[in-house]
C-alpha cells in the first residue's frame, strides 16, 4: 500500500503528464504544417503544379470592382513566387456594353507567343475582345453562367460551379494545364458579396491559382481553408516561395517543393 507522500506524487506526476500531453509540441505543430502544405499542394500522381510563363490578368464587372486590393494581391505573389504579373490589369465593365452578352459572345484558346504560351480570347458582340491567360469575373450570376459554360469550368469542375450558382460558395477557380504547367484561369466571384468577403475572394482564389490548389479546411496555418476570418501571421508567403523556387519544375514531386519549404526561414 503506498503512503501519502508516495500517492501525493504520483498523483502530481500523473497531472503534470497530462497537462503536458496537451500541449501540442513544436515537431507535432511543424508536422500539422507540413500536411497542410501538402494538402495545398498535392495535384494528381502526387505531383505540383504551376505557372512557367507570367500570366496576364483581365477582369470584367457590371459594377464596383476592388482594383486595388487585386493588385495589391499580384505585387504579394510577384514578391514571393517572381511571376514578374503586370498589375496593370485590362478590364471591361459590361454595365455599359450595348447590346446583351448572350447569343454571340465566344470564348477561344489559343497558343500565343515564343514561349507557346496559351491565351484565352473573349469576342463580345459589340466587336471588341479582351485577351489574358487568368480572367477574373465579377458579374450577376446569369452572366456568370454564360462564361462558366463557354470556358469548360462548369464541365471540368461541375461540382463547383453547381455550388457557385446555387450561392453554396461566394467564389471558385477553374486551372487548365498541360504536362502539369497551368496556362489558363478562370476565377468565378459573386456581385453581390460584403467587401470583407469580396477581398478574401480576391486574394484567395488568385493565390492558389498560382498552383496551391487545394484547400486545408481549418488550417491553423494558411488562408486557404474556406474561412473569411484572416489568420494573424499566415505562411501563404512561405508557400509560393518553395512552389517557385528555381529547381522545382512543373509535375515535380510535392515532397521536393516541402524539402525547399522546410529549408525556408
Not at 182 to 211: N, P, T, W
Request: one cysteine or more; proline letters at 3%; a negative charge.
Amino acid at each position: 500500500m503506498l503512503g501519502i507522500g508516495t500517492r501525493l506524487r504520483t498523483f502530481l506526476f500523473c497531472a503534470l503528464a497530462f497537462l503536458s500531453s496537451q500541449i501540442p509540441s513544436p515537431a507535432l505543430s511543424q508536422n500539422d504544417e507540413l500536411n497542410d502544405a501538402r494538402r495545398i499542394l498535392t495535384g494528381e500522381a502526387g505531383v505540383v503544379r504551376k505557372w512557367q510563363a507570367s500570366p496576364e490578368i483581365a477582369v470584367m464587372h457590371a459594377g464596383e470592382f476592388d482594383l486595388a486590393h487585386l493588385r495589391k494581391t499580384i505585387e504579394f505573389i510577384n514578391s514571393h513566387a517572381g511571376l514578374g504579373i503586370d498589375a496593370n490589369v485590362s478590364q471591361r465593365n459590361l454595365s455599359s456594353m450595348e447590346g446583351s452578352l448572350f447569343g454571340e459572345t465566344r470564348l477561344e484558346y489559343r497558343r500565343s507567343g515564343g514561349d507557346k504560351s496559351t491565351i484565352a480570347r473573349v469576342l463580345f458582340p459589340d466587336g471588341e475582345s479582351m485577351s489574358a491567360s487568368i480572367f477574373v469575373y465579377k458579374l450577376d450570376i446569369a452572366s456568370s453562367s454564360l462564361f462558366l459554360v463557354l470556358s469548360r469550368a462548369a464541365k471540368g469542375a461541375r461540382s463547383l460551379s453547381r455550388q457557385f450558382v446555387e450561392g453554396v460558395t461566394p467564389c471558385f477557380f477553374y486551372a487548365m494545364s498541360l504536362r502539369n504547367e497551368i496556362r489558363i484561369a478562370h476565377i468565378f466571384i459573386r456581385d453581390e458579396l460584403s467587401e470583407e468577403v469580396e477581398k478574401a475572394c480576391i486574394y484567395e482564389e488568385l493565390v492558389q491559382v498560382m498552383g496551391l490548389l487545394h484547400d486545408a479546411p481549418g488550417s491553423a496555418h494558411f488562408t486557404f481553408d474556406n474561412m473569411v476570418a484572416p489568420k494573424s501571421d499566415p505562411l501563404d508567403w512561405k508557400i509560393l516561395e518553395a512552389l517557385y523556387a528555381d529547381d522545382v519544375a512543373p509535375g515535380a514531386n510535392v515532397e521536393k517543393v516541402l524539402k525547399n519549404y522546410v529549408e525556408i526561414e
